[in-house]
């Protein structure tokens, strides 16, 4: 029996012994199938590494046109009369009736306003009597003269008597002459307590009313004389060389798109406003019943090209450090490149760029942000904005397709 029992214990050893064995035999091989795994897991990943490196992003991209020689200079102002009139009073007084409103048209001599004449008719009575005291003392030495005369011609009084005669009839003379200018000045001033109009034309503003008292010289109303009107504008400094007297330039006007006229610079101011530091410049335009006072009016004038300068949008304006750059397409190999851009200023349409880009140029002008360098892309016909002009305001527009 402890035989027999030993030797179970030692089958029962050899049978643990080579299910160990077998379970080693097969270690190599899942090691295998885990290399294997781990294998292909790699090579997913190198692939989609490879494809994700392989994209081409569509753009949006704008190309520079060929420079023009000129740009155009639009500039809005209103409709004006070529000659207002400040009308005022000659004389002060109160005003009583003010006979016309904003906006009517007034005939030369029609009376716009009037103040109290009671103090000027009480001066030409004043004056009035002042001249009938001197006549009457001019013809009483007028007899004392003739007098005078008889005797000194009959040798009954000297010579000096008849001067002294003929003298004080002078000063009489003179008197009454000074009395009758008097007479004359009461009677216009009693005239100039009415206002008139001197030419025809349109009540453009009243500046005083009923009950105020004004004094001479002080403006009640302005009148617009009919005839030729004009297009005040304000010229900024740097483009006030462009503009001289008989200029030619196109007006057009915002209540009709279709009505455009001819019109040419009559006078450029002297100096700037110190304000605003623009240059009034007054515009004439061709007498037609279409213009209205007070109308908008476009004013567009061609000048020369001076600097040559790139507009672009700002949205493909990046920066590299504090560099400024755009990102540029080389078309032979559709990929992107960086290029350092000098900026000249910014406008509302854009950016102008005076250095770094030139007619031709292909320019990524939205997603700047995502751009790399030598970043494949694709002009797609439904990314591609309108191209950008070159020097400023003029330029040709083409498209990439």
């Known amino acids: 029996m402890p035989v027999s029992g030993a030797n179970s214990n030692l089958h029962l050893g050899s049978t643990r012994v080579s299910s160990f064995n077998s379970i080693i035999g097969r270690l190599p091989a899942a090691g295998s199938l885990l290399l294997v795994a781990v294998t292909l897991g790699l090579a997913g990943c190198s692939q989609e590494k490879a494809e994700v490196k392989d994209v081409i992003r569509p753009v949006k991209v704008v ?20 000659t207002e009139s400040a009308l005022a009073f000659r004389v002060n007084g109160k005003i009583t009736e ?15 306003a009037r103040i109290d004449p009671t ?22 030495v007028e007899l004392a003269r003739k007098r005078a005369e008889q005797l000194f011609a009959k040798n009954f009084a000297p010579k000096s008597q008849l001067e002294q005669a003929t003298l004080t009839y002078d000063q009489a003379v003179a008197t009454r002459d000074s009395a009758r200018s ?50 005040l504008i304000a010229v900024p400094e740097m483009e006030i060389a462009q503009f001289k007297p008989g200029k030619v330039v196109k007006a057009g006007f915002w209540s009709d798109d279709a009505l455009a006229l001819e019109g040419k610079v009559r006078e450029v101011a002297g100096s700037a406003d ?46 590299q450090g504090s560099q400024p750059i755009v990102w540029t397409v080389d078309r032979s190999a559709d990929t992107v490149h960086a290029r350092k851009v000098k900026v000249a200023a910014f406008a509302a349409d854009g950016v102008r760029v005076a250095e770094g880009l030139k007619p031709g140029d292909v320019v990524v002008a939205a997603g700047t942000q995502f751009m790399t360098e030598n970043l494949k892309v694709k002009l797609a016909a439904d990314t591609v904005l309108q191209s950008a002009s070159a020097a400023g305001d ?6 990439v397709r």
């Not at 409103?101 to 029609?110: E, R």
């Not at 061709?286 to 213009?291: A, E, G, S």
């Not at 003029?394 to 498209?399: S, Y």
């Open 182 to 231: 008097s007479f004359d000045q009461a009677k216009n001033q009693v005239g100039y307590t009415d206002l008139k109009a001197d030419t025809a034309g349109i009540v453009t503003s009243v500046n005083a009313d009923v009950g105020q008292v004004v004094g001479s010289g002080t403006p009640v109303v302005t009148v617009a004389v009919d005839g030729e009107k004009e297009v």
């Open 63 to 82: 190309e520079i046109a060929q420079a023009h020689d000129t740009r155009t200079l639009s500039y809005s102002g209103s409709v004006r009369a070529r």
């Open 394 to 399: 003029g330029g040709d527009a083409k498209q």
């Open 119 to 140: 103090d000027y008719d009480l001066s030409v009575k004043s004056a009035q009597a002042a001249l009938d005291a001197a006549e009457r003392q001019v013809e009483t």
């Open 274 to 319: 110190p304000q605003s530091r623009t240059f009034a410049v007054r515009v004439s335009l061709p007498d037609d019943p279409r213009v209205l006072l007070g109308m908008t009016a476009s004013i567009e004038a061609s000048a020369a090209n001076e600097r040559q300068q790139v507009s672009i949008p700002l949205s493909a304006l990046a920066e």
């Open 98 to 112: 003010r006979l016309v409103d904003i906006g009517q048209h007034v005939g030369s001599g029609d009376v716009l």
